[in-house]
């Protein structure tokens, strides 16, 4: 394949009778707490609490805004698909990258919006992060750097 794993952590985590658990399934489960959490407090409360604000982060030291704003989305027909996306390509990318590899990867994906919100702030402009989309495209492209060739129905239903 892509990658060359020689450290063999592309493994589940542990099982929950037959389904196994990796990384993946643990953030997918997250951002579904969050999602739901957000349903019931409300978008605004939700978004006021756990968006990324670079100025809350950096001048009040709310640290936990730095990954809580992955939870906040505003449910919506595509709500479903993105966290479909995320547990998809994101086991398939973890069990191809591995898991040292894979966690790379998804602090990338994490860190990025929040260095660029940052640097727009730095410069005046206000503003925040908020949701997980970013993490459900990067995820398909690496999906599709991974596995360029594979035509998506028949991979998924050889499984």
Do not use: K
């Amino acid at each position: 394949m892509f990658f060359e794993n020689s450290y063999r952590d592309n493994q589940p985590l542990t099982r929950i009778g037959r389904l196994p658990v990796y990384g993946t399934t643990i953030l997918v489960a997250t951002i579904a707490v969050g999602v739901l959490v957000s349903a019931l407090a409300g978008y605004g409360v939700a978004a006021a609490i756990l968006a990324f604000e670079p100025d809350s982060f950096w001048r009040h030291g709310q640290v936990w805004r730095a990954l809580s704003y992955l939870m906040v989305e505003q449910i919506d027909f595509f709500t479903i698909f993105n966290l479909l996306f995320i547990y998809g390509f994101g086991r398939d990318c973890e069990q191809e990258m591995g898991r040292r590899r894979y966690y790379a990867f998804l602090g990338l994906l994490v860190v990025t919006p929040l260095l660029l919100a940052t640097l727009l702030w730095l410069v005046g402009f206000n503003g925040g992060v908020i949701g997980s989309t970013h993490l459900a495209i990067g995820l398909v492209i690496a999906f599709a750097t991974i596995y360029p060739g594979v035509v998506g129905e028949r991979r998924f239903l050889q499984r």
